[in-house]
């Protein structure tokens, strides 16, 4: 039983994405239907594409991911059907799609009639062509038979990663503020840090607390994150809004002596 899962910018309120369910179960009946995630912030597809990237390594091999966040639906940018990771990725090819499946994939166009509607609405792709393909794959279909291979993704969005460099960057923020690093957690075991911006208004020891719980309230801390980079939080309060820090933002780091 296949398991197909949705992550886009459609909120709750106007039924898009339950038009999208609704596609895949048509062809798929017995399609199990996961939503990782509909809130992402309209048109924000670094944010959608973070939280494809955070979310989808948990799902079991072969889980069919449908991501919608699609400023340019009906332009150029290509639909896609992306194997990678043991898993296939379905939605437009601009850059949404590019973190998490980052390495060997094989990229197929969505062209085949059988993967589309016959009439496709020139700004729902989501129903009318991401979810046909995944109702496709869902009933048994194999992704080369979407259409032709293509050379890779064309989208280049990626997050950045820093292990060995000191200057970083703010790659999301999450809902409860928290500010999420391009320094990847293993910084951490090469000896003391001190994390700071580049006007010196603000920094924080790279201090032994794993939790929230491990600091008093209102007091920021750094800590390992679960997506395994560092992570900048504020116990019971909001770190972007202590530091003024948004997503790209500078950031560096200092040895202690």
Known sequence: MAIVTFT???????????????????LAPDATLVDITHDIPARDIAAGAYALAHATPW?????IHVAVVDPGVGGPRPEVIVAARGAFFIGPDNGLLAVATSGPRAVYSIEGPVFRRQTVSPTFHGRDVFAVAAGRLASGYEAAAAGPRLGDLRGALGLATTTTATQGEIIHVDA???????????????GAWMLLLADGSFSLPLSPATTYADVPSGQPLVYRGSGGRLEIAVRDGSAAAMTGLARGDRIFLRRQP
């Open 8 to 26: 886009t910018d459609f909120g709750t309120a106007d039924g898009y994405a339950g038009a999208m369910k609704g596609a895949v179960l048509s």
């Open 176 to 190: 409860f503020g928290n500010l999420i690093t391009s320094f990847v957690d293993e910084i951490l075991n090469s």
């Open 59 to 63: 799902f079991p091999a072969g889980t």
